[in-house]
């Protein structure tokens, strides 16, 4: 597609994909990987596997920047990763093309999140010089201060939903904490990270700080957590990656952040402003065409009002404009991937052999070629797959709840604990939801707004550390504690320290 080469050249200066290293594309050799329009399922363009020689020259090149990054003053990385934020703003067109046929998401949305992940840089950029560490009044003649200290390499893995913003998201808060990174994008949409890479080295970062790798992670992610000298691993996607990429650290033992799937719920109860949470339900789920980790994706609602609310949802949902990515006035896309639309398909079909009905009989599976899915609510019951497992597009599985006691053990009964959400008018219930269910993110009267500023994580099996806010600065920190003796007559001891009293 020749749009898609000019725009890779204007950043990358070349129109192939290859990984992103030292100030330039270095193209793989292994096995070809095809990207495809998901609209029609044509072939957008292809490369080829990243090398695991690749490695070596990533590690080196991540060593020596990192030094350089951490020599220059506090002042002086705040200056260059707010002037990334610049540079993002600058190519935001360009960018947002690109993520919009790379990710198959409209360009509207697309856009929107270029601009958020320029913001993202711009907000570290303010924490660069003000990451400075405590005095500890201990109870002895020291002076004790607390320091905090960039850890070295960082090794992200993202996954393809939102590829930018996702990179944004994480490498910002590594670099204002003094780090490198190695960015692992999804092998799907690896184009936008590494514009975003090319970016970060033209905004005035040292070469090598930033590489991001084109490849699998079976083939070359592996390689590089096996062989690279990271610090820590921040890994954004599935649980069972996620699983698998703990016990590859586990065996170096390097510390993780996982940031993995969700079966968020939404709760509604009868004396909610229902037009609110009628458009909170449908942005929760269908935003994104739901392919997003936060999704509202059980809607939980008081019997008193389940088929009237139930079947407001599922008509509105039929008013949402689905369309390809570059089509004008969408609202949501198709599916990025095959796999990921077979995933759905196969849960529906799960969903309707265990009983589960379809609101408003609308056929879930869109009549127009290519990987489409309308909005679908299913009408079923918590122990149903559908309500177990995270389906990943636009499908709300719709859960009756008699009182505030059973909204709250429907919505804790799932494995997962990403987000969740509560519409009521009665302020003091909507504290006591808040505090008993088990979610990183909770929304009272609002849905899926999240901000870098905050943090953002998982309970349970939707992951551990958290990737944002003020949080994740410490995550990718060492922490180093130094004693000053200032006794003019220190006493010592072969003990950790004096007994009083
Ligand atoms: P995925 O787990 O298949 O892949 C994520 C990343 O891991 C990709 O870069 C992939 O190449 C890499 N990877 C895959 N197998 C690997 C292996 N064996 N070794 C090393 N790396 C490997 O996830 P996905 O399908 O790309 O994304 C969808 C999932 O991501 C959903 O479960 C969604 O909930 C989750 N997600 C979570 C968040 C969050 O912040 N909690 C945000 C977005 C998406």
């Known amino acids: 597609m020749e749009q898609l080469t000019q725009a890779m050249q204007t950043i990358l200066g070349t129109g192939t994909i290859g990984s992103w290293v030292n ?37 080196e090149a991540a060593k020596v920047a990192q030094q ?11 200056r260059i990763l707010y002037q990334v934020g610049a540079e993002i703003r600058h190519h935001a067109d360009t960018l947002g093309f690109v993520e ?21 840089f711009e907000y570290y950029a303010g924490w660069a010089d003000k990451l400075h560490g405590e005095v500890i009044p201990v109870p002895t003649s020291h002076l004790n201060y607390v320091k905090y200290e960039a850890m070295g390499t960082i090794l992200q893995f993202t996954p393809w ?12 808060p590594a670099l204002a904490a003094g780090n490198a990174v190695i960015l692992k994008p999804s092998e799907l949409t690896p184009i936008t990270s590494l514009m975003l890479g090319a970016l970060i080295e ?21 390689t ?20 698998h990429i703990s016990m590859a650290a586990a065996k170096r033992c390097i510390p993780c952040v996982l940031e993995l799937g969700g079966k968020s719920a939404n709760i509604v109860f009868d004396d909610a402003n229902l037009d609110s949470a009628m458009k909170g339900a449908m942005a929760a789920i269908f935003g994104g065409s739901g392919q997003s980790c936060v999704s509202g994706s059980r809607l939980l609602v008081q019997d008193t009002i389940f088929d009237k609310f139930v079947a407001a949802v599922a008509s509105a949902a039929q008013q949402i404009r689905v369309g390809a990515p570059l089509e004008s006035g969408c609202d949501i896309g198709p599916i990025q991937n095959r796999k990921q639309y077979d995933h759905i398909c196969r849960l529906l079909d799960i969903g309707t052999k265990e009983g589960a009905t379809i609101a408003q009989n609308v056929q879930p599976i869109a009549e127009r070629k290519g990987l489409f899915i309308n909005p679908t609510v299913l009408i079923g019951d918590n122990q149903m797959t559908v309500a177990q497992q995270e389906i990943f597009g636009p499908v709300v599985v719709a859960i009756p709840f008699k009182d505030e006691a059973d909204a709250i053990a429907i919505a804790n009964d799932s494995e997962f604990g990403l987000a969740g959400a509560v519409w009521t008018n009665d302020v003091a219930r909507a504290h006591r939801v808040a505090d008993q269910v088990k979610a990183g993110t909770f929304w009272i009267n609002s849905y899926k707004t999240i901000h870098v500023s905050s943090p953002f994580g998982g309970y349970r099996n939707s992951g551990h550390g958290r990737s944002s806010g003020l949080e994740v600065l410490r995550e990718y920190s060492e922490v180093k504690s130094v004693w000053v003796e200032t006794a003019p007559q220190p006493a010592f001891s072969f003990n950790y320290g004096t007994v009083e009293g």
């Open 23 to 59: 100030g330039s594309i270095i193209h793989g050799s292994g096995e070809t990987i095809n990207l495809y329009h998901a609209e029609d399922e044509s072939l957008l363009t292809a490369y080829q596997d990243a090398d695991a020689s690749i490695a070596a020259t990533i590690d």
């Open 202 to 222: 033209k905004a005035g970062a040292p070469k090598g700080l930033v590489s991001v790798v084109s490849g699998y992670g079976h083939t070359v992610g592996q």
């Open 161 to 172: 939903n939102a590829p930018i913003f996702t990179a944004g998201w994480q490498v910002a």
């Open 100 to 120: 919009c046929i790379n990710a198959n998401k409209p360009l509207n949305n697309a856009k929107a999140e270029v601009i958020i992940v320029a913001e993202m």
């Open 68 to 78: 350089q990054w951490w020599a220059l003053t506090a002042k002086e990385r705040g």
């Open 224 to 243: 590089l957590i096996a062989n690279n000298d990271i610090r820590k691993i921040c890994f954004v996607g599935s649980p069972n990656t996620g699983a």
